[in-house]
């Protein structure tokens, strides 16, 4: 059973710092990719950002220059380092894990979320 277990959500002032941790528990193997999203109020859920495993990264044009993904791969857990924070990063935030078992079936497993909170 694999599990994502989220960490670092909260209530941040505008212009602070929080940093978001996603652990994956349980035997998972074949990661492809690994990532955040977001949901804010009324809104859909949207990719923040990805890390594949060969280190190559994306971001959404609305957090480049701010956040900052990073994996490590021996623990099996992704950070999500938020600078500059905005009002309009409010959100709750999802860790996302993609891959293949050996025997070739994929998957995709979300976390629980957790909630950040930017203060104007």
């Known amino acids: 059973q694999v599990q994502l277990v989220e960490f670092g959500g909260g209530l941040v002032k505008t212009g602070g710092s929080l940093t978001l941790s996603c652990a994956a528990s349980?035997?998972?193997?074949?990661?492809?990719?690994m990532g955040w999203y977001r949901q804010g109020p009324g809104k859909g859920r949207e990719l923040v950002a990805s890390?594949?495993?060969?280190?190559?990264?994306n971001y959404a044009d609305s957090v480049k220059g701010r956040f900052t993904i990073s994996r490590d791969a021996a623990k099996n857990t992704v950070y999500l380092q938020m600078n500059t924070l905005k009002p309009e990063d409010t959100a709750v935030y999802y860790c996302?894990?993609?891959?293949?078992?050996?025997?070739?079936?994929?998957?995709?497993?979300w976390g629980q979320g957790t909630q950040v909170t930017v203060s104007s």
């Open positions: 349980g035997s998972i193997i074949g990661i492809s990719v």
């Open positions: 996302n894990v993609a891959g293949r078992w050996r025997s070739g079936i994929p998957y995709n497993y």
């Open positions: 890390r594949d495993s060969g280190g190559s990264t």
